[in-house]
């Protein structure tokens, strides 16, 4: 860290600092300790918290502790309390001596508010010392040559906190010190100049006091001080006085010779102003007038005087080239008066935009951009996404009083189709100052205001609100500020837009301005012929170049040349070149400006790319000879990064070019510019390169980008929730909650009452009022509900004889669906014949419908989102008396897919596009892909970006047009197409209109409901305008500063980019990329700059974008091809504007070097540009070699016709749709020939007519590239078809012709070229078309008919006029028939066709003429192999049976399938046939008894081996639940081990769900989805887990301006509503429900009876008519007093019921949504939770358990883990952590215990020696089974484990015990005394078959015997119970007697037991005398299989063991 980042962090925060306010901040509360660092003049230190006594000497050097009441803190708080810490004396010395350190980067990071320099300028008791480093810095910054824009703000600072006077004071003080510190006083005379040099040229309007009195008092101290002329203040002051002179004064023309031209004496004249002082902006005299332009010509052939005359000819020719297009164009669209003219519509320089408003301001990049907003009811035609109109980079121009005298100038700087269909663009607004602001002065600023104020909605009671803080506000838009005010925002505006890239003119123009020193200008501006080498050439000692790089001969002795004597390079040969382009590498290596003019296909590029390559190859040498002269040592770092700079005029150009140098220079390339589609430069984009090289910034720079993004982010997302706001507005309807502040409550509380009597929310509520959603209408429209229902209701009618349509007719008649209805109208109208056409309505079908009661619980359905009305549907379309959920499930599944298909299938989908496609305006995707060249930053993907905006509309969004399909397509809205259409058509256009009511009309509105709907949506306009000046006020007074971080961090970002691509060799970039990085490029340290298609750019961008140390440059181009394309046609033609630089110094007698070999054209190509276009242009050998053209009579041919023209629909381009529809024919053509579709290029003269050329080519063209002559510039083809439009009657042929073009349109063929086109009008009009078509007249190859000549027949030959003349040759031959001989010997049955000449490919689809030899003639067609398929008999040679086959089949291969008479070795016969081998396996099915006893049927060959067959036998056991088990005896284990019960537990749970489990006696937490929700949301939770409970405020309507104020989730602060419910039914009677509940479907007097029978079913109450019903979500109707005391009841604890939620009386649905009973529901719901709580346990609980148990595993798990076992202990590990309730844990403990058993067991198993004591190893196997068995059944998935379970592990495991012991009893017995005794022989022998000959449940009964059997066994041989052949007390006596300690005892490999004496170690080997095994041991170490017998004395480890090498693993 250097010391400019040393000492305490920063304390950082984002907030705001006024620069006004910094002398009154509050002081930090606490003492500020620092140690000393001032430093006086003398040198003297003081202490940096107190500089000492105020005046300029300080002395000594100290520590202090300034007090906290003291003057000076080294901490500033900000104006919201935030600290920032003064910047400090060592940091601002660092800055001044590191040399290391730029000037620049001192700027950029003291511009930052978190610097403390601003803070420390304010400090008001700054000591000598310090002013003193200050304005080091301060002179160190001003000295800057190219200083950043931030400077103004450092320089604005020093003006705010008066940090002049504390110069002038210590200026003063200067005089009165002694000698030696005056000589200090001449350096800080210097810095206070370069100060006010800096001032008068950066802001001379705001300095003009700082500056005069500095000024003044500088002179005064120099006379005072009587300092000498050694440092030059006079002429500094002079210089001073100077600039300030003419900032004042303006120098008049004089008059000039008579005998001078025009255009001569404009030249003589001086200009009217300084160009570098023209706004580069518009200004309103530019656009009404009163300024006239200054314009003089580009000198074509002649020399400017100097930079100034040629910058200034250059600045203005290309500004008037943007600004009179829009000046123009607004004049012809407006009277001077300010009316529009009726024919504006033909103007084409500008397009007008009616009622335009400013709506929002939004953060952007570069700082705050603007929504606006235009009238779209002229463009409904267009097509955004392909329209020229609103592009990126275009100006336009707003005006509230029709360009009088206001105007406001933006930029485009996005473009979003859907939001441009919708009426909405983003601009940024630009001023002379690059900042936002309004044309004018402050007196007509204060006029139109106070008019403004006057007019604006005069009858408005409340206009007067508007009063002085609202005409404050609006004088923020006088010139000056940085930001659109309110009052900007509230005008309506007209908007011109011009075409003219605005963004590349800004950036050119000020870089004009900026230049002062144009390189190489001796040749630029004084035209010298006379061309010297490059500099470092020069001043190189002979310098030399390798040529080895380009040379590809390997037996050249010298490679190496004297690079400026070219006589002496090598040859032509040497150097694969020809003649001209060995000239031309010489001229662009030698000359200081080099023209490389390259005619088409002579090789240009790859002239450039050897250019290139010999560049970078001798690159270190060319340093090597920079750096060998002394005078230049100094600048070895410099040299270091000398580079390349390579421009091109487009992005595929720029992408040709690097791809050719990345092929011989791989590293240290970048490609500047986002636009790039090379996959192979991908990695050499500078986002890229930037993202990997980080480490590349300074410390500085790295900390100031970072300050400045967090900054920015913050202010950004501080302002985010107002503009999503915003910009969602400009298309959706905002949800209601958004209004909350701005409707008056009254109103508000309208909705509220809406959406509580219609179940809604308060959103559907406010869509319902605005008539997108209708209210009551809940019905579902999906189509094929009334096709199913009519089919359903007339199907019965139409067995029944009665015709459908008559039956359609009776229900129309009768209005209804009811079949008695139906046949008593059948009844009366019997004779009646009419019949209807038409089809029922939608409320007769769904009145009907809504009678039907479903027979079963919905709700499943409904959950999936079917609509009750599609499930009845179902019903009647399925069987209704035996419905079958299932299969209605799947039904309604079925229908929705169908019509979902329907409605996405395309051609229903064309028919509901909403918008025409109009005509494309222009080949929009190339302009975007040139405008957009510089996007070099990354944007989100387009997914994410969608997603995220989606999100955003969702939150804030009650409903948008564009995705109101997706929101009207779920739960009751489900729509039609055109319905949806209709309402999104709605939505859209009312969303788009601008009225809206007035203020008072909005306050006189009472009733929401009374309004039409008109009315409606103009008051919705009036809330969301008063929301967004709500919303636009909070941004706007965050607005300015986030300006200020904007540019400050693009300034940072910039000088991040200089550092990268300084140290790059190549550096690439388009001409706009240039221009817009200039500030970037002028400092790169690129010495040479080569420019690609110079001859195409204008000559300002060239200039702008040369480095200012360019000392080469290598133009590349052809003039006679395309020039450069000014927007203003006579700027082009008059001033010389489209001559570019290349041109000019050509013309200027510039040496040059012309290309003359051609590599790319057959000759008569080439012949149509020589000699009258190219007087030389060669044809190399290459092209005489040629194919012909296939399939026509001329390779090059002119077809002439003289159909017209038409024009473009809102437009300049023109079309011709015969030559579009000859050419694309055409095409076909060729491709029939066998061409492939990437050799054919359709090139236009007019890009109206590639548009119509697209759309009729074929998909089989979709490799044919149809484009733009312009936009083929550059590139070649094999064969071009070129169209070239023109063709009318008034003689016009537009720029066809221009030689430029035509040059360019002749020459991108090589084998063929095919033009159309009214040539005959062409040569009339145009000499070159004249000599040209005489030529080709000569030759034959012009006419009116396209000759076409047959390949298989030469001889014919077609002539073409017309597209349908292709007609006639339908193959691409000559139309008669293929009389091709097939190898069939049938006739090909195509027509002549080129391609398949030998028929290889063609199938022949005649009937085969062949005969089998049978005589059966074949059935197949030709091309098939024959073979006889007709059916006959054989016999068949191996087994004699006669087959049925085909008489082409051989007998021997066929498969006889007479059943087989073999007998198997079994005695069963073969099942199989006789044409297949008998089977090993004999598959017939054998009784066979299986050791479970069951008897089963299985195959012969398995039942030799019964016991691997698993046995299916039901299990049929009652468990202990009560059930029978529904396994069978092999997954049962033979009943050992169940399978889990399989019945449903059926149980309903507390939570209301019904509990599907396997039965149980305990049911497991509830998995389902949780079901609470309420108005605000909906638990996410699964129903196991506690909810989290609403915190949102309950807000409920309990009466008359009366709402609930507790959170949603607690229990109401007043009892329910009462008030009768006053809607109507459908039936058009009075509601029976009450308010805020759902209106019961039932009427009091409809259903009369219904209702009186539902209040005596379930009595309360009166009965009479005032009594009130509540209908419940399950459509059960109550009597609202007694579903009260039902609610309120307490549950019967006789019901063991316990918590559950309240359910419907009848159905026992539970009750969860009802308003009324909200506070019943929410208190159950808090006991619910608290049971949650309760079972599964409190988070901290389980975690706490959860651990615990962990602890439990590890020591279980340690001494116990085995290999066999490992997967398990994983897999209970992971279930443990994974672990979220107590039941789970629960489970896990289970596992847990039962596992550590069975491996207690298996390790027990694992240590017996089978293999020496010969044990029987079937038991042992067994044994192991088992514990298999059980540990797979242990981990089986199961919620929880039963008590079956449990007992059958229980009954398992005590049986694995007892085999356990009796193999230990086995192993015991071989070496027990009684080893061959016949009883123990028995007892063993019973114990063993009870343990391992049955496979039976080990029952108590089977216990009790085995244990019986096992006491035998131990009573009669007590010694096996040791296993030592004796019994424990003897063996007790033993060791007594021994007397040993405990390990002296051991075992030998066969566990014979033995003792070692002594120490206990073992010393010796010995011989067991039992076994003959080694045992004892050498050195303390047992032998191998030796160890300590701890059964003997309980001992672990030998008595004797120092080295603890018998330590076992356990201790």
Not at 893 to 900: H, L
Not at 1022 to 1046: C, F, P, S
Not at 1109 to 1137: C, M, R, W
Request: charged content about 30%; glycine content about 6%.
């Amino acid at each position: 860290m250097n010391r400019l980042e040393r000492g305490r962090p920063w304390r950082r925060n984002v907030g705001r600092f006024d620069d006004h306010q910094n002398e009154n901040l509050p002081r930090p509360p606490w003492p500020d300790r620092g140690r000393g660092g001032g430093r006086g003049i003398d040198g003297g230190r003081g202490r940096d918290g107190d500089r000492g006594r105020a005046g300029p000497v300080i002395r000594g050097r100290g520590r202090g502790v300034a007090p906290n009441n003291g003057t000076n803190h080294n901490h500033r708080v900000n104006a919201e309390n935030h600290v920032i810490q003064l910047i400090s004396y060592k940091a601002l010395e660092e800055m001044v001596q590191d040399e290391t350190i730029e000037a620049r980067n001192v700027t950029l990071r003291l511009a930052s508010d978190h610097s403390g320099f601003c803070q420390r300028l304010s400090q008001t008791d700054l000591d000598g010392g310090m002013i003193q480093m200050l304005l080091k810095v301060i002179g160190k910054m001003c000295r800057d040559d190219d200083p950043p824009d931030s400077l103004k703000r450092v320089l604005n600072n020093i003006i705010h906190t008066k940090f002049t006077d504390k110069i002038i004071r210590f200026l003063h003080a200067l005089p009165r010190e002694n000698a030696f510190r005056k000589q200090h006083a001449a350096t800080h005379i210097l810095n206070c100049l370069d100060l006010l040099r800096a001032w008068i040229t950066r802001m001379p309007a705001t300095s003009e006091t700082d500056v005069s009195m500095l000024s003044a008092n500088v002179k005064i101290v120099i006379e005072k001080m009587a300092l000498g002329s050694d440092y030059k203040f006079e002429a500094r002051l002079k210089e001073i006085d100077e600039i300030l002179s003419e900032q004042l004064t303006q120098p008049t023309p004089t008059e000039e010779d008579n005998d001078l031209s025009e255009a001569e004496r404009m030249h003589e004249m001086a200009p009217p102003n300084n160009f570098r002082d023209i706004s580069v902006y518009p200004e309103a005299g530019d656009i009404n007038g009163t300024q006239e332009s200054f314009l003089r010509t580009n000198l074509v052939n002649s020399a400017y005087k100097n930079e100034d005359h040629y910058l200034d000819v250059q600045f203005r020719l290309l500004r008037e080239d943007f600004v009179r297009p829009l000046r123009e164009g607004i004049r012809h669209c407006f009277t001077p008066g300010g009316e529009m003219r009726l024919d504006r519509q033909r103007q084409t320089n500008v397009r007008v935009y009616e009622n335009v408003s400013i709506e929002f301001p939004k953060p952007g990049r570069t700082g705050m951009q603007y929504y606006v907003h235009f009238d779209t009811k002229r463009l409904q035609n267009v097509r955004w996404d392909a329209s020229r109109k609103l592009m990126y980079g275009n100006l336009v121009c707003l005006s509230f009083d029709k360009f009088e005298r206001h105007f406001l100038f933006a930029i485009i700087v996005d473009r979003d189709p859907k939001q441009l269909k919708m009426g909405y663009v983003r601009l940024e607004f630009v001023s002379n100052n690059g900042n936002v602001g309004a044309g004018g002065n402050v007196e007509d600023a204060l006029r139109e205001l106070q008019l403004e104020n006057d007019s604006e909605d005069s009858s408005d009671d409340d206009s007067s609100d508007e009063d002085d803080e609202n005409v404050i506000e609006q004088l923020a838009a006088v010139p000056g500020n940085s930001l659109l005010t309110q009052a900007d925002m509230r005008r309506r505006y007209y908007m011109v837009e011009t075409e003219a890239y605005f963004e590349s003119y800004r950036h050119v123009l000020a870089g004009l301005q900026k230049t002062e020193n144009i390189p190489l200008q001796q040749y630029i501006v004084r035209c010298q012929q006379e061309i010297r080498p490059p500099r470092y050439l020069r001043v190189a000692q002979q310098p030399r170049y390798d040529f080895k790089c380009i040379i590809e001969a390997d037996d050249l002795p010298h490679t190496d040349v004297e690079v400026l004597k070219t006589d002496s390079w090598h040859s032509t040969e040497e150097l694969s070149l020809d003649q001209s382009q060995l000239d031309a590498l010489k001229s662009a290596l030698t000359n200081e400006i080099s023209l490389i003019q390259g005619p088409p296909g002579t090789g240009k590029t790859h002239v450039g790319l050897i250019v290139m390559k010999l560049l970078l190859a001798n690159r270190q040498r060319r340093n090597e000879n920079f750096i060998r002269n002394p005078l230049q040592r100094r600048r070895r770092a410099a040299i270091e990064y000398s580079q390349v700079l390579v421009i091109c005029y487009t992005n595929h150009a720029l992408d040709q070019f690097l791809e050719g140098i990345i092929k011989f220079q791989r590293t240290d390339v970048i490609r500047v510019g986002g636009r790039c589609k090379s996959k192979v430069l991908e990695q050499y984009k500078l986002m890229n390169v930037r993202r990997n090289s980080s480490t590349t910034l300074g410390r500085l720079n790295r900390r100031t980008i970072w300050d400045l993004w967090r900054d920015l982010s913050a202010q950004q997302h501080a302002m985010e929730s107002c503009t999503d706001v915003l910009e969602v507005s400009t298309h959706s309807v905002l949800r209601l909650q958004q209004f909350e502040s701005i409707i008056p409550h009254p109103l508000y509380e309208q909705f509220e009452m809406i959406s509580l009597q219609s179940g809604c929310t308060a959103d559907d509520a406010l869509l319902m009022w605005l008539g997108v959603a209708e209210p009551d209408k809940i019905l579902c429209d999906k189509p094929y509900i009334l096709e199913e229902c009519v089919n359903a209701v007339t199907a019965p009618l139409e067995k029944m004889g009665y015709n459908k349509r008559k039956v359609v007719q009776a229900i129309l008649d009768s209005n209804s669906m009811e079949q008695q209805k139906i046949l008593d109208w059948l009844e009366k109208n019997e004779n009646n014949p009419g019949a209807a056409d038409a089809f029922p309505t939608k409320d007769i079908i769904h009145l009907y419908l809504e009678k039907i009661e479903i027979p079963f619980d919905p709700q499943p359905l409904l959950d999936q989102g079917f609509h009750p009305l599609e499930v009845k549907c179902a019903l009647l379309a399925t069987d209704f008396r035996r419905p079958n959920i299932k299969y209605i499930e799947t039904w309604l599944e079925n229908k929705n897919k169908a019509a979902e298909d329907k409605e996405n299938d395309p051609v229903q989908a064309d028919n509901l596009n909403d918008e025409e496609d109009a005509h494309l305006e222009a080949d929009v995707e190339f302009l975007e892909e040139q405008r957009a060249i510089d996007q070099d930053d990354e944007e989100p993907a387009a997914p994410s970006r969608r997603e995220n905006e989606k999100k955003k509309t969702d939150q804030l969004a009650a409903a948008t047009y564009d995705d109101i399909k997706e929101k009207m397509s779920s739960g009751k809205w489900e729509l039609q197409p055109a319905e949806r259409k209709r309402r999104k058509n709605k939505i859209k256009l009312q969303i788009g209109r601008v009225d809206a009511m007035s203020k008072r009309d909005a306050g006189d509105v009472a009733e929401l409901f009374s309004l039409d709907e008109n009315n409606r949506w103009r008051l919705y306009r009036r809330w969301l305008q008063d929301l967004r000046d709500q919303l636009r006020g909070r941004i706007i007074a965050e607005g300015d500063k986030y300006n200020q971080l904007a540019r400050a961090l693009v300034d940072a970002q910039n000088e991040q980019d200089y550092t990268i691509l300084r140290s790059a060799k190549v550096v690439g970039m388009t001409t706009t990329g240039a221009a817009k990085y200039r500030d970037i490029v002028q400092r790169l340290p690129a010495k040479v700059v080569i420019v690609e298609e110079a001859a195409e750019v204008l000559e300002a961008h060239i200039v702008t974008s040369m480095p200012r140390n360019t000392e080469h440059l290598i133009l590349i181009g052809d003039h006679q091809q395309l020039k450069p394309s000014p927007t203003v046609y006579e700027l082009a033609k008059k001033f010389n504007l489209d001559i570019s630089l290349f041109e000019r110094m050509i013309k200027n007698g510039i040496p040059r070097s012309k290309l003359q070999l051609q590599h790319r054209m057959r000759p008569q190509i080439a012949s149509l540009l020589r000699p009258h276009i190219y007087q030389v242009l060669e044809d190399h050998e290459s092209v005489l070699h040629y194919p012909q053209v296939m399939g026509v009579q001329k390779n090059v041919f002119f077809l002439s016709h003289e159909c017209r023209e038409n024009n473009v629909q809102d437009g300049q381009s023109k079309v011709n749709h015969h030559e579009a529809s000859f050419m694309v024919t055409f095409c076909q053509y060729l491709i029939q020939q066998g061409y492939l579709p990437g050799q054919i290029t359709i090139l236009t003269a007019y890009v109206g007519q590639l548009h119509i050329i697209n759309r009729l080519k074929p998909k089989k063209l979709a490799g044919v590239r149809v484009t733009a002559v312009d936009n083929f510039q550059g590139e070649e083809n094999d064969i071009i078809l070129l169209s070239l439009v023109r063709s009318n009657d008034e003689g016009k042929i537009g720029f066809l012709g221009i030689e430029n073009r035509v040059c360019v349109a002749l020459s991108r063929a090589k084998i063929g070229l095919f033009c159309i086109g009214d040539f005959t009008l062409l040569a009339e009009k145009s000499r070159l078309w004249r000599i040209i078509l005489e030529k080709l007249q000569e030759e034959g190859s012009t006419g009116d008919g396209l000759p076409l000549q047959c390949r298989n027949h030469p001889e014919k030959i077609f002539s073409a006029r017309i597209a349908k003349d292709f007609e006639k040759v339908p193959e691409g031959g000559c139309g008669q028939q293929c009389v091709f001989r097939l190898n069939c010997g049938h006739r090909c049955t195509r027509f002549c066709h080129p391609d398949d000449e030998r028929h290889t490919k063609f199938k022949c689809r005649k009937s085969c003429e062949r005969k089998c030899p049978s005589g059966h003639l074949c059935r197949l067609k030709c091309h098939e192999t024959c073979h006889c398929v007709v059916k006959v008999l054989k016999e068949i040679p191996n087994c004699g049976h006669i087959q049925t086959m085909d008489c082409g089949k051989d007998p021997n291969t066929f498969t006889c399938y007479v059943p087989c008479q073999d007998v198997l070795p079994c005695g069963h016969q073969c099942l199989g046939v006789c044409g297949v081998p008998c089977p090993t396996k004999c598959e017939v099915l054998v009784e066979k008894q299986l050791p479970c006893d069951h008897v089963q049927k299985i195959p012969c060959y398995r039942s030799e081996k019964p016991r691997k067959v698993d046995c299916m036998n039901p299990c049929g056991v009652e468990l202990r639940c009560g059930h029978r088990c529904r396994g069978n005896c092999f997954s049962c284990k033979q009943g050992r081990l169940h399978e889990r019960c399989r019945e449903k537990c059926n149980r309903q749970l507390f939570c209301g769900h019904i509990c599907q489990e396997d039965c149980s006696t305990k049911c497991p937490p509830c998995k389902k989805k949780c079901d609470t929700k309420c108005q605000h949301s909906a638990c996410p939770k699964e129903c196991f887990e506690p909810c989290v409970l609403c915190t949102e405020r309950c807000n409920k309507w309990l009466g008359r301006n009366r709402k609930c104020s507790k959170l949603c989730s607690e229990p109401c602060d007043s009892t329910p509503v009462t008030k009768p419910c006053l809607k109507r039914l459908k039936c058009k009677h009075s509601c029976v429900g009450i308010v805020g509940e759902k209106c019961p479907e039932l009427c009091r007097v409809c259903n009369k009876d219904k209702l009186t029978e539902i209040g005596e079913m379930f009595p309360g109450g009166d009965h009479g008519s005032s009594q009130r019903f509540i209908m419940l979500k399950c459509k059960h109707i109550f009597p609202a007093e007694f579903l009260d005391r039902w609610m309120e009841m307490k549950a019967d604890a006789s019901e063991d019921e316990g918590i559950q939620l309240k359910q419907c009386p009848q159905c026992k649905t539970v009750i969860r949504d009802s308003n009324r009973y909200r506070h019943i529901i929410n208190q159950q719901l808090r006991l619910i939770n608290q049971v949650r709580e309760k079972i599964n346990g409190k988070t901290e609980d389980v975690a706490k358990a959860r651990k615990k148990l962990l602890r439990h595993f590890v020591s279980e798990r340690d001494p116990l883990d085995t290999d066999s076992c490992a997967t398990e202990w994983k897999e209970l590990q992971k279930s443990i952590n994974e672990s979220k309730t107590m039941n789970d844990l629960v489970v896990a403990e289970i596992r847990l215990r039962n596992l550590s058993k069975l491996c207690d067991v298996e390790t027990a198993v694992n240590g017996i020696p089978i293999f020496h004591l010969k044990l029987p190893k079937n038991i042992l196997e067994s044994l192991k089974a088992n514990i298999t068995i059980v540990r797979d059944w242990l981990f089986n998935n199961r919620p929880y484990f039963s008590d079956q379970e449990m007992l059958d592990f229980d009954c398992e495991f005590g049986k694995i015990k007892q085999q356990l012991i009796f193999i230990k009893f086995i192993r015991n017995s071989l070496f027990d005394a009684k080893r061959g005794d016949e009883m123990l022989k028995s007892y063993l022998k019973r114990a063993g078959n009870l343990l391992f000959s049955s496979t039976l449940r080990f029952t108590d009964d089977h216990e009790v015997e085995v244990e019986r059997a096992m006491k035998d066994i131990t009573d009669y041989a007590p010694s096996l119970v040791s296993g030592l052949g004796i019994s424990e007390e003897e063996k007790k006596m033993v060791v007594k007697a021994m007397s040993f300690q405990k390990g002296h005892w051991y075992k030998c490999r066969n566990d014979h037991i033995y003792c070692i004496g002594n120490c206990g170690g073992a010393e010796l080997t010995a011989t067991c005398p039992e076994c003959q095994q080694t045992i004892g041991g050498a050195g303390h170490r047992l032998a191998d299989g030796n160890q300590v017998a701890g059964e003997m004395d309980g001992s672990t480890r030998p008595a004797y063991d120092p080295q603890n090498l018998l330590i076992p693993p356990e201790v």
